[in-house]
Nanobody
Framework: QVQLADTGGGLVQAGGSLRLSCAAS????????MGWFRQAPGKDREFVAG????????DYADSVKGRFIISRDNAKATVYLLMNSLKSEDTAVYYCAAGGNGLGSLNRPDYWGQGTQVTVSS
């Protein structure tokens, strides 16, 4: 069992930046691939970014490639999402999630954070 607490959302102007954090507690954080997902009003939840257990590989949705960076600090049991050049279409509730061994496990994460709202004003 692992508990996830995601924070760092807020209101930002288009073109600005935000960094989300997700702190984990419970089982060993380094046992999990970690990811960020988002859900905009009226839309399905979608994958944003993922990172392997030791941070050796990452994956991004096409819509955020080159703008967002996922990273993790296993000593702090925290995963981050740095979001640059934000656009109005990035407005959503962002959720961190924990999967299994590899990035493929994020197709069906085992654990979810409670979500943090990101609003980008144009």
């Amino acid at each position: 069992q692992v508990q996830l607490a995601d924070t760092g959302g807020g209101l930002v102007q288009a073109g600005g930046s935000l960094r989300l954090s997700c702190a984990a507690s419970g089982r060993t954080f380094s046992s999990y691939a970690m990811g960020w997902f988002r859900q905009a009003p009226g839309k399905d939840r979608e994958f944003v970014a993922g990172i392997t257990r030791r941070g050796g590989a990452t994956d991004y949705a096409d819509s955020v490639k080159g703008r967002f960076i996922i990273s993790r600090d296993n000593a702090k049991a925290t995963v981050y999402l740095l979001m640059n050049s934000l656009k109005s279409e990035d407005t959503a509730v962002y959720y961190c999630a924990a999967g299994g061994n590899g990035l493929g496990s994020l197709n069906r994460p085992d654990y979810w954070g409670q979500g943090t709202q990101v609003t980008v004003s144009s």
